[in-house]
């Protein structure tokens, strides 16, 4: 995600962040998260690994296979820091001389960009002053983090 995307999909999620996304990688990983929260054994979740594209397994799917039996259960929420956050997706975005938010780092995840809500007339100015087509969604950036 080197260029910055000319449609992204922005919103409100977790904590009252405000963040954005590319508008394709928003819908995949929405639909990738989903598709997740519905498998049930380890065979399954071995197999929806080798067949996601936006949203990777939570897990090293060779050790995976190795630890578990294919009708074991498998559990999406045992896995805490997954998916990658919006926010951190934003960073890698922005690049260094973005103007709008702080990055901030965690000691459990990697460092994201922090805006708030207050930050959104900004935001929409900066996307229209780059030519950037960009939609609120606050639903789909939540879907898209793994919240909803």
Do not use: C
């Amino acid at each position: 995600m080197s260029q910055f995307p000319t449609d992204v999909v922005y919103g409100i999620y977790a904590n009252d962040l405000l963040t954005f996304l590319p508008a394709d990688y928003a819908r995949g990983a929405s639909d990738e998260v989903q598709r997740w929260r519905k498998v049930t054994t380890w065979g399954d979740a071995l197999q929806l690994a080798s067949d996601v594209r936006w949203v990777g397994p939570p897990f090293e799917p060779g050790e995976a296979a190795a630890e578990y039996e294919a009708d074991e259960p498998f559990d999406i929420n045992d896995f805490e820091l997954w998916p990658v956050p919006a926010a951190t997706v934003a960073l890698e975005l922005a690049g260094d001389d973005w103007p709008i938010g702080q990055e901030r780092s965690t000691f459990m995840a990697d460092s994201y960009l922090e805006m708030t809500p207050a930050d959104e007339p900004a935001l929409v100015t900066l996307f229209a002053q780059r030519g950037v087509s960009a939609v609120r969604d606050d639903a789909l950036i939540a879907r898209a983090s793994g919240h909803q």
